[in-house]
């Protein structure tokens, strides 16, 4: 028999990929009684798989409605880039010596060179693996696995869930912002390499146009 920690953890996998692939649109309800007969497994794995994917903000239960997968909002879409710019710019500015040696600034370096190959490429799963990789040189030398774990459920609610194809456009706005983060630490700046992440890379008044468009929201809507 399968133990029922692993058999949930399977469950989860299995849903989050269906919603990420857009399978499981968002707005549809998830029929736990169904499923659980489709699956062939009990309803208990599959209630707590939903419970951890509950708490990571990918769907909602809801009184007498079941459970249903979460559409983001802007005013969402703004509290978590709010979120993430001060997380990171803070750890930013917290690890700065360590982050300014010569390995760290050469696997960002590397890093962005290799995101801007996939991105030509359009390797988009790379792409955005790589990206992730940037961002943990820095997250990483924290060793505060809680703030990734705050982290990288909001990264992938904002960008992979589901997965759209990606806006070149809007990408080469943020490897530009990673050169200019990667200058800063050079420069020895430890304020101006955490404003980068705050309010450049983060910036939801600098993102917002391409998040309306990403997402086909009405530009009137907040």
Same mark, same amino acid.
């Not at 499981?24 to 009990?42: F, T």
């Given at each position: ?11 989860? !996998?299995?849903?989050?990929? $269906? +919603? ?12 736990? =009684? #169904?499923? @659980? ?39 969402? !879409?703004?509290?978590?880039? $709010? +979120? ?12 700065? =010596? #360590?982050? @300014? ?39 990483? !030398? ?81």
């Amino acid at each position: 028999m399968i133990p029922l920690a692993s058999l949930r953890e399977q469950i989860y !996998l299995y849903l989050r990929g $269906e +919603i990420q692939q857009g399978k499981i649109e968002a707005g549809a309800s998830i029929n736990i =009684d #169904k499923m @659980s007969r489709e699956l062939g497994i009990s309803k208990t794995p599959l209630k707590e798989a939903i419970i951890k994917l509950e708490c990571e903000g990918f769907v909602n239960f809801l009184p007498r409605r079941g459970v249903q997968v979460r559409e983001l909002s802007l005013q969402e !879409l703004k509290n978590y880039y $709010e +979120i993430i710019g001060y997380l990171e710019s803070s750890v930013v500015f917290a690890v700065f =010596d #360590k982050l @300014s040696q010569a390995a760290c600034r050469k696997r960002l370096k590397q890093s962005n060179a290799e995101q801007r190959k996939a991105l030509k490429q359009k390797d988009y799963n790379r792409y955005y693996h790589l990206n992730l990789e940037f961002h943990d040189v820095f997250l990483n !030398l924290s060793g505060n696995q809680t703030l990734h774990e705050l982290v990288a459920p909001l990264k992938q609610r904002l960008y992979d869930f589901p997965r759209k194809a990606y806006w070149e456009e809007w990408e080469e706005v943020n490897l530009q912002e990673h050169r200019k983060f990667i200058d800063a630490i050079e420069a020895g700046d430890p304020s101006g390499a955490a404003a980068v992440i705050r309010d450049e890379h983060w910036s939801w008044q600098k993102h917002k146009p391409y998040f309306i468009k990403f997402y086909k929201f009405d530009k009137h809507e907040e």
